[in-house]
């Protein structure tokens, strides 16, 4: 293959400088492919140059989101433990509730007691 390489390279140049004269387009050439070459340098450097940049700006970006996930745990336990100590408190609630309606129920009892109590300490009159 390296011969192939050589004898292609030597085609081309003798295919753009078929005669002596011709060789005076040498230096116009070399210039032209001096700049396509610098040209390209910079394209690659601003490729890495971006490519880097991408990746620290990824790193920004994944650090930023593991700390807006552990800010949402940290909410979240402590929406967890406000919701245990409500309900809790709902349960307490509700036990007293339970306790004041079992009152309520002895002393209506007590009252229609006392009064049916009183009816029939009254003299009946026909």
Known sequence: MAGTDKQSAMDY???MFPTEA???GVEPLMQKIHNE??????????AVRQQSNSGTKAREDLAAATRAVQELIFKIQEIKTKAARSETMVQ????D????????KHITTAITALHRLTMLG???YS
């Open 37 to 46: 070459i610098r040209k390209v340098d910079a394209e690659i450097l601003a």
């Open 122 to 124: 009254q003299p009946f």
């Open 13 to 15: 140049i003798n295919q």
């Open 92 to 95: 307490e609630i509700c036990r």
């Open 97 to 104: 509730i339970k306790k004041l309606d079992f009152a309520k």
């Open 22 to 24: 011709s060789l005076s």
